[in-house]
Nanobody, 125 residues
Framework: QVQLVESGGGLVQPGGSLRLSCAAS????????VGWFRQAPGKEREGVSC????????YYTDSVKGRFTISRDNAVNTVYLQMNSLKPDDTAVYYC??????????????????WGQGTQVTVSS
């Protein structure tokens, strides 16, 4: 069946780094825009970063610009989120989603039907 599986979350100190992975199975990601979303307790879901199917176009929410980098390797059916200079406010469950026939901007607003299970990121001293 169609699946997206996130991995790479964990507990890190402020200023630390994590790399999240979103691996697809049951379908190939090369025709899908992919986005990373997060939800923290008491907050609405937020679109963190999205990437076009080719990887040429990206979007970042203002709070992570300069710290996070989204990338993809279609050869291994995986999208990554490199997270540097982590802050306590980055603490959340991070989800990836995939959608075809869409743009980067639309992906982060209307992410479609394919979602992973989420991975917990906790930034704390």
């Amino acid at each position: 069946q169609v699946q997206l599986v996130e991995s790479g979350g964990g507990l890190v100190q402020p200023g630390g780094s994590l790399r999240l992975s979103c691996a697809a199975s049951g379908f190939t990601l090369d025709h899908y825009a992919v986005g990373w979303f997060r939800q923290a307790p008491g907050k609405e879901r937020e679109g963190v970063s999205c990437i076009s199917s080719s990887g040429e176009n990206t979007y970042y929410t203002d709070s992570v610009k300069g710290r996070f980098t989204i990338s993809r390797d279609n050869a291994v059916n995986t999208v990554y989120l490199q997270m540097n200079s982590l802050k306590p406010d980055d603490t959340a469950v991070y989800y990836c989603a995939a959608r075809d026939l869409t743009t980067v901007q639309a992906m982060c607003v209307k992410p479609g039907r394919h979602w992973g299970q989420g991975t917990q990121v906790t930034v704390s001293s």
